[in-house]
């Protein structure tokens, strides 16, 4: 039975979630893809991910699953040496940007102020097979998959200060 808790609160009521449980992809990939998109508007991290599909723009890999990936040109954009253009992941991400956009629409949330606040990926339980090698031997043949959740929040709009002591008096009577 899916659970619906989430690891991150958010501080508003202004916000939307989306999750999804036990994607097919592989979770160290999607990790990556989740750190390159938090913290960016929904409407840019959208159309990150369509370039990252067209091969664009890149996803960086840093932190502790960076193993393996090569070095590209891309990647300096990011002020990192390793990239990749993880389509399975990517793909996955944008079906529960669209997912949390649907539910902020029903909420009433505005599309531009939406902003992702959080972005996680957890591991879900090994997809265990087989597979037969020579000599009559079996090894595991395993999949990773990924749990995913997006918090889209609203970004609060930063006002200026009244220039005058009238502009103040009169703020301060309404």
Do not use: D
């Not at 390793?82 to 956009?101: D, G, Y």
Request: a positive charge.
């Amino acid at each position: 039975m899916p659970s619906t808790s989430y690891c991150y609160e958010p501080q508003t009521s202004k916000h939307a979630k989306a999750k999804a449980e036990r994607v097919r992809v592989h979770f160290k990939n999607t990790v990556q893809v989740a750190n390159a998109i938090r913290g960016m508007t929904l409407i840019r991290a959208k159309k990150f991910l369509n370039n990252v599909l067209k091969h664009i723009e890149a996803v960086p890999f840093r932190g502790p699953f960076n193993g393996g990936p090569g070095r590209h040109a891309q990647a300096k954009n990011w002020k990192v040496s390793q990239c990749r253009w993880p389509t399975k992941s990517v793909r996955a991400m944008l079906e529960i940007l669209r997912n949390a956009e649907a539910n902020a629409k029903t909420r009433g949330l505005t599309k531009p102020k939406l902003v992702i606040a959080h972005a996680h990926v957890n591991k879900a339980a090994l997809i265990r097979r087989r597979t037969f090698r020579a000599h009559g031997r079996i090894n595991a043949y395993m999949c990773t998959p990924s749990h995913i959740e997006i918090v889209l929040e609203e970004k609060q709009v930063a006002t200026k200060a009244p220039e005058t002591a009238a502009a103040v008096e009169e703020v301060k009577q309404q």
